[in-house]
C-alpha cells in the first residue's frame, strides 16, 4: 500500500478518482439519488487522504482541485438538468474532470499535462451541454471546439519542444543554439492551449459560455477546478522557461482590460461571474510573468479567487437563466445567500477589507517591480473601474435581505454555503490564513 500512497504528481488521487468514477456509472441504474451523491462525495474525500497521509510538493495542488471537486458534488442539483435521470453521469463526469484538473495541476511532463488538460476540457464541455435548454448545448458545442483547437495547438508545441530538446520533461535542458527559436515557438504554442483554460483573451470565448450557460454547479466547478489547475501548469513552465515571461505579461493586461470593458456592459449575474473569471485570470497571468517574486502571489491569488468564487456559486446554486439585476430585487434570494452573494461580490472586486483586496495588493507589488509601472497602472486602473460592474447589483441584493428564503435549500447546498462562508470569513479576519494554505 504504501508504492501507492508514494506515487509521484497526484497519482493516487487520479487513480481513486476514477475508480469512483468508473462505479458511478457501472451503477448509474441501479443507484438512488441518494447513493450517487454519497459517491460524488466520497471521491474527493477519500482521494485526499493519501496527499494528507504522505504530503509531498503536490499536495496544495491535489487538496485544492478536491476542494473544489466536494463543493461541485454537494450543489449537484438535478433541478438544473434537462433530464434529471443522468445525475448519475454528471457525478461521474465531475470526478473525471477532477482527476484531469489534479493531473493537469501536478504534471511533470508535457504529456501529463496534455491528458489533463484534455480530460478536463471534454468533461467541462459534456457537463456544460447537459443543462436545461438550447443554449448549454450551443454553449458546450462552442467550447469542445474550442478546446479541441486548443490541444491542437498544444500538441504542435509539445513535438516542437521535444524535437527541439529531445524530452518531455517540463524543466528539459535548453536545447542548442541553432534550435532556440524553434523551442521558444513550441513553449509559447503549449502556453496558449494553457491559456484557453485559463480564460485567458483571447482565448476566452469558449470558457465565457461554459460559465454563463451550464449548470450552476458545473460552470462553478470550470471557473474554479480550470483555472486552478491551468495555473498551477502554467506556473510549473513559466518557472523553469523565464523567457516567457514577457508573453504571460502581455496576456494578463490584455485580459484585464478586455474584462473590465465586457463586465461594465453585463446587465446579469451570470455574465458578471463570467467575465470576472476572465478578468482574476488575467491577474493571475501577470503574477505568472513577474516570475520567481510573483510565485507565491499568484497561490495566494488562486486561492482568494477560488473561494470568493465559489462562495458566489454556492449562492446562485438552483437559480436558473442568467439572473438580471432587477431579479435580485422582485425575487430575492433571502437573507443568507444575499449576504454570501454580497460577499463573494466585494471580494472579487477587491473592495477592502475582503480577501480579494489583500490578493490583488499582493500582485500588484511584484508587478510594480517587474512589469514597471506602466502595465502596473493598468492593472490598478482595471481593477478599480471592473469594482463598479461588481457593485452594480448590491443594492438589489440588500433590498432583499429582509425577504424570506425561497423555499428549502437542499441539504448539500446549504453545507457548501457554510463551508465557503466559513472560509471566507476566515480569509477576511485572518488574511494570513490564505498565505499559509497558499505557501
Same mark, same amino acid.
Given at each position: 500500500?504504501?508504492?501507492?500512497?508514494?506515487?509521484?504528481?497526484?497519482?493516487?488521487?487520479?487513480?481513486?478518482?476514477?475508480?469512483?468514477?468508473?462505479?458511478?456509472?457501472?451503477?448509474?441504474?441501479?443507484?438512488?439519488?441518494?447513493?450517487?451523491?454519497?459517491?460524488?462525495?466520497?471521491?474527493?474525500?477519500?482521494?485526499?487522504?493519501?496527499?494528507?497521509?504522505?504530503?509531498?510538493?503536490?499536495?496544495?495542488?491535489?487538496?485544492?482541485?478536491?476542494?473544489?471537486?466536494?463543493?461541485?458534488?454537494?450543489?449537484?442539483?438535478?433541478?438544473?438538468?434537462?433530464?434529471?435521470?443522468?445525475?448519475?453521469?454528471?457525478?461521474?463526469?465531475?470526478?473525471?474532470?477532477?482527476?484531469?484538473?489534479?493531473?493537469?495541476?501536478?504534471?511533470?511532463?508535457?504529456?501529463?499535462?496534455?491528458?489533463?488538460?484534455?480530460?478536463?476540457?471534454? +468533461?467541462?464541455?459534456?457537463?456544460?451541454?447537459?443543462?436545461?435548454?438550447?443554449?448549454?448545448?450551443?454553449?458546450?458545442?462552442?467550447?469542445?471546439?474550442?478546446?479541441?483547437?486548443?490541444?491542437?495547438?498544444?500538441?504542435?508545441?509539445?513535438?516542437?519542444?521535444?524535437?527541439?530538446?529531445?524530452?518531455?520533461?517540463?524543466?528539459?535542458?535548453?536545447?542548442?543554439?541553432?534550435?532556440?527559436?524553434?523551442?521558444?515557438?513550441?513553449?509559447?504554442? &503549449?502556453?496558449?492551449?494553457?491559456?484557453?483554460?485559463?480564460?485567458?483573451?483571447?482565448?476566452?470565448?469558449?470558457?465565457?459560455?461554459?460559465?454563463?450557460?451550464?449548470?450552476?454547479?458545473?460552470?462553478?466547478?470550470?471557473?474554479?477546478?480550470?483555472?486552478?489547475?491551468?495555473?498551477?501548469?502554467?506556473?510549473?513552465?513559466?518557472?523553469?522557461?523565464?523567457?516567457?515571461?514577457?508573453?504571460?505579461?502581455?496576456?494578463?493586461?490584455?485580459?484585464?482590460?478586455?474584462?473590465?470593458?465586457?463586465?461594465?456592459?453585463?446587465?446579469?449575474?451570470?455574465?458578471?461571474?463570467?467575465?470576472?473569471?476572465?478578468?482574476?485570470?488575467?491577474?493571475?497571468?501577470?503574477?505568472?510573468?513577474?516570475?520567481?517574486?510573483?510565485?507565491?502571489?499568484?497561490?495566494?491569488?488562486?486561492?482568494?479567487?477560488?473561494?470568493?468564487?465559489? &462562495?458566489?456559486?454556492? +449562492?446562485?446554486?438552483?437559480?436558473?437563466?442568467?439572473?438580471?439585476?432587477?431579479?435580485?430585487?422582485?425575487?430575492?434570494?433571502?437573507?443568507?445567500?444575499?449576504?454570501?452573494?454580497?460577499?463573494?461580490?466585494?471580494?472579487?472586486?477587491?473592495?477592502?477589507?475582503?480577501?480579494?483586496?489583500?490578493?490583488?495588493?499582493?500582485?500588484?507589488?511584484?508587478?510594480?517591480?517587474? +512589469?514597471?509601472?506602466?502595465?502596473?497602472?493598468?492593472?490598478?486602473?482595471?481593477?478599480?473601474?471592473?469594482?463598479?460592474?461588481?457593485?452594480?447589483?448590491?443594492?438589489?441584493?440588500?433590498?432583499?435581505?429582509?425577504?424570506?428564503?425561497?423555499?428549502?435549500?437542499?441539504?448539500?447546498?446549504?453545507?457548501?454555503?457554510?463551508?465557503?462562508?466559513?472560509?471566507?470569513?476566515?480569509?477576511?479576519?485572518?488574511?494570513? &490564513?490564505?498565505?499559509?494554505?497558499?505557501?
Amino acid at each position: 500500500m504504501h508504492w501507492f500512497l508514494s506515487l509521484p504528481h497526484g497519482l493516487p488521487a487520479v487513480t481513486i478518482l476514477t475508480f469512483a468514477a468508473v462505479v458511478v456509472l457501472l451503477g448509474a441504474r441501479s443507484f438512488g439519488r441518494g447513493a450517487v451523491q454519497a459517491l460524488a462525495l466520497a471521491g474527493p474525500l477519500v482521494a485526499a487522504l493519501p496527499a494528507l497521509w504522505l504530503p509531498s510538493a503536490d499536495t496544495f495542488a491535489v487538496t485544492a482541485v478536491l476542494a473544489t471537486a466536494l463543493i461541485g458534488a454537494l450543489l449537484l442539483c438535478a433541478d438544473e438538468l434537462e433530464m434529471a435521470d443522468l445525475r448519475a453521469e454528471c457525478a461521474a463526469l465531475l470526478l473525471l474532470g477532477s482527476a484531469g484538473a489534479i493531473a493537469l495541476a501536478s504534471a511533470g511532463d508535457l504529456l501529463s499535462v496534455l491528458i489533463g488538460l484534455e480530460t478536463l476540457s471534454m +468533461a467541462v464541455a459534456v457537463l456544460t451541454g447537459l443543462g436545461r435548454g438550447r443554449r448549454p448545448v450551443e454553449a458546450a458545442f462552442r467550447f469542445f471546439v474550442l478546446a479541441a483547437a486548443s490541444v491542437a495547438t498544444m500538441i504542435y508545441g509539445i513535438g516542437l519542444i521535444a524535437y527541439a530538446t529531445g524530452s518531455f520533461e517540463l524543466g528539459a535542458a535548453a536545447p542548442a543554439p541553432q534550435l532556440h527559436d524553434l523551442h521558444f515557438a513550441g513553449l509559447v504554442l &503549449l502556453s496558449l492551449g494553457i491559456a484557453f483554460e485559463l480564460a485567458l483573451v483571447p482565448l476566452q470565448f469558449g470558457a465565457l459560455g461554459a460559465y454563463r450557460e451550464a449548470p450552476m454547479a458545473f460552470a462553478g466547478f470550470a471557473m474554479t477546478a480550470s483555472k486552478l489547475a491551468a495555473v498551477l501548469a502554467l506556473g510549473r513552465i513559466a518557472a523553469a522557461h523565464p523567457e516567457l515571461q514577457p508573453l504571460l505579461l502581455g496576456l494578463g493586461t490584455l485580459s484585464i482590460v478586455v474584462a473590465t470593458l465586457g463586465g461594465l456592459a453585463q446587465r446579469d449575474l451570470r455574465g458578471i461571474l463570467a467575465w470576472s473569471a476572465v478578468g482574476h485570470g488575467g491577474f493571475l497571468a501577470l503574477a505568472l510573468g513577474c516570475g520567481d517574486a510573483g510565485q507565491k502571489a499568484t497561490i495566494y491569488y488562486a486561492v482568494v479567487y477560488v473561494g470568493s468564487a465559489a &462562495l458566489a456559486v454556492a +449562492a446562485l446554486a438552483g437559480r436558473r437563466g442568467n439572473l438580471p439585476f432587477g431579479d435580485a430585487r422582485t425575487e430575492p434570494l433571502g437573507r443568507a445567500r444575499g449576504i454570501a452573494l454580497v460577499a463573494a461580490l466585494l471580494s472579487l472586486a477587491g473592495v477592502p477589507p475582503s480577501p480579494g483586496f489583500w490578493a490583488k495588493l499582493a500582485v500588484l507589488g511584484p508587478a510594480w517591480h517587474v +512589469a514597471g509601472p506602466a502595465l502596473t497602472i493598468v492593472a490598478v486602473l482595471g481593477g478599480v473601474i471592473g469594482a463598479l460592474y461588481y457593485l452594480r447589483p448590491v443594492p438589489d441584493l440588500i433590498a432583499g435581505f429582509r425577504a424570506a428564503e425561497p423555499g428549502t435549500l437542499p441539504a448539500g447546498s446549504r453545507l457548501a454555503l457554510a463551508m465557503v462562508g466559513g472560509l471566507w470569513a476566515l480569509f477576511t479576519v485572518l488574511p494570513e &490564513l490564505a498565505v499559509r494554505l497558499a505557501g
